[in-house]
């Protein structure tokens, strides 16, 4: 799999591909994951990427130019199955999107910034609109990694056990059962002797329970 983030604070991003799962992720040949400065699309001796709206109003706007040039450049060299658009009107990001999104084979991601992008930009080259929550950030680059990490996660090779994404919350619309480790009894709190048993079938059993009695309580609308 193959990333583009296109973005004007590339900085703000590189952090999170340099640690843990994603680095590895990177390292193993798993995922390719570039990052493209829009300023270097950017128009006149200013690197104007930004202008003000028309009809007035407050804040500023991504211009089409940049982008298009970005993404034309981009798409010159390979095909994409997605152009994504990280907007706070998009599509809630869920489990399932991203296990859709991890079968992909190259993906662009587009940072919003400011008041966001000119509505041509979303017209002609977005195919999807992806929000991580209603809330509004100063720009598009933390949602952007959030998204890669649900997806890159999922990849084949990139977990030490491929099994335990298939049993993380909200993969089959439950919320994870609680879970222990040693020591066994800590300060009088003491893990549910089930989980000690070594009978499997009935530690199954329990952590279904649990999943959906957690799910009940916490996310009923899971269940719906």
């Not at 990333?3 to 900085?11: C, F, H, K, Q, S």
Request: charged share 25%; glycine share 8%.
């Amino acid at each position: 799999m193959r990333i583009d983030i296109i973005t004007v604070l590339p900085e703000l991003l590189r952090s999170p591909f340099e640690a843990s799962i994603l680095k590895r992720a990177i390292e193993k040949g798993l995922v390719e994951v570039h990052l493209h400065n829009l300023r270097d699309y950017s128009l006149g001796n200013y690197n104007q990427v930004d202008d003000y709206q028309f009809g007035g109003g407050a804040g500023m706007v991504l211009m089409i130019e940049p982008i298009d040039k970005c993404i034309t450049d981009l798409q010159v060299e390979r095909d994409y199955d997605e152009i994504i658009y990280m907007t706070p009107d998009g599509q809630t990001l869920n489990q399932g999107m991203a296990n859709q999104l991890s079968l992909k084979g190259n993906i662009i991601i587009l940072c919003g910034h400011y008041k966001g992008v000119d509505q041509r930009v979303r017209d002609k080259f977005i195919t999807k609109e992806i929000s991580i929550g209603d809330y509004v950030l100063s720009g598009g680059e933390l949602a952007a990694a959030v998204l890669s990490d649900a997806i890159i996660r999922l990849l084949p090779g990139v977990l030490n056990d491929e099994t335990s994404a298939l049993t993380d919350t909200f993969q089959d619309n439950l919320l994870a059962p609680p879970v222990y480790t040693r020591p066994r009894d800590y300060k009088g709190m003491e893990v549910p002797e089930v989980l000690l048993s070594g009978n499997f079938p009935e530690i199954e059993k329990w952590r279904e329970e649990q999943a959906i009695s957690r799910t009940k309580e916490r996310r009923p609308d899971l269940l719906e």
